[in-house]
T-cell receptor
Framework: DAGITQSPRHKVTETGTPVTLRCHQT?????MYWYRQDPGHGLRLIHY???????DKGEVSDGYSVSRSKTEDFLLTLESATSSQTSVYFC????????????FGSGTRLTVV | QKEVEQNSGPLSVPEGAIASLNCTYS??????FFWYRQYSGKSPELIMS????GDKEDGRFTAQLNKASQYVSLLIRDSQPSDSATYLC????????????FGKGTKLSVIP
């Protein structure tokens, strides 16, 4: 996972609280993604970014927002966490859209109680 | 909606055997295909990519693509216990696509 760091690695939070997950990259890649991974569902795209301040929704974006103010940082915010958002969250980066695949970060395990 | 289908397994093979993992996809426009390996509790790691029909070999791994039949496969020769992991198939719908669509993964267990 060299070049891409996610923080925190683990978090337990209460229902209704806001939560922000951070993805930081040192590869200067233009494209960044947030996925969640759940048993029985696999990896599903939440949001992605194709440049500073340029973001778009994925297939499971409800309840999530993102921001990208610098090339290296992509933040995922759960405005009001719910138990259904308990999951493992992966950030990924790519150099040229998805043509050559992604590199994933180590993941954040989020538990909403 | 684009779909990538994989047998969830577990697929058990003895050490030294060939493991064969299969994946089908629904989008005929898909152009790039990837195999990721994910160890338990870890993040997915890209191990193979394939863009044209036929076989692509890298060490003990061979990826096979058949666009007419819309399937991709991964062969692992001389399987080792360290190959025990979940293997994810992914596809990209073309050069303009931002998104990879992933299958749910096949769990492989290599028995010593």
């Amino acid at each position: 996972d060299a070049g891409i760091t996610q923080s925190p690695r683990h978090k337990v939070t209460e229902t209704g609280t806001p939560v922000t997950l951070r993805c930081h990259q040192t590869e200067n890649h233009r494209y960044m993604y947030w996925y969640r991974q759940d048993p029985g569902h696999g990896l599903r795209l939440i949001h992605y970014s194709y440049g500073v301040k340029d973001t778009d929704k994925g297939e499971v974006s409800d309840g999530y927002s993102v921001s990208r103010s610098k090339t290296e940082d992509f933040l995922l915010t759960l405005e009001s966490a719910t138990s259904s958002q308990t999951s493992v969250y992966f950030c990924a980066i790519s150099e040229d859209r998805s043509v050559y695949g992604y590199t994933f970060g180590s993941g954040t395990r989020l538990t909403v109680v | 909606q684009k779909e990538v289908e994989q047998n969830s397994g577990p697929l058990s093979v003895p050490e030294g055997a060939i493991a064969s993992l299969n994946c089908t996809y629904s989008d005929r426009g898909s152009q790039s295909f990837f195999w990721y390996r994910q160890y338990s509790g870890k993040s997915p790691e890209l191990i193979m990519s394939i863009y044209s029909n036929g076989d692509k070999e890298d060490g003990r791994f061979t990826a096979q693509l058949n666009k007419a039949s819309q399937y991709v496969s991964l062969l692992i020769r001389d399987s080792q216990p360290s190959d025990s992991a979940t293997y994810l198939c992914a596809e990209n719908s073309g050069a303009g696509s931002y998104q990879l669509t992933f299958g749910k993964g096949t769990k492989l267990s290599v028995i010593p």
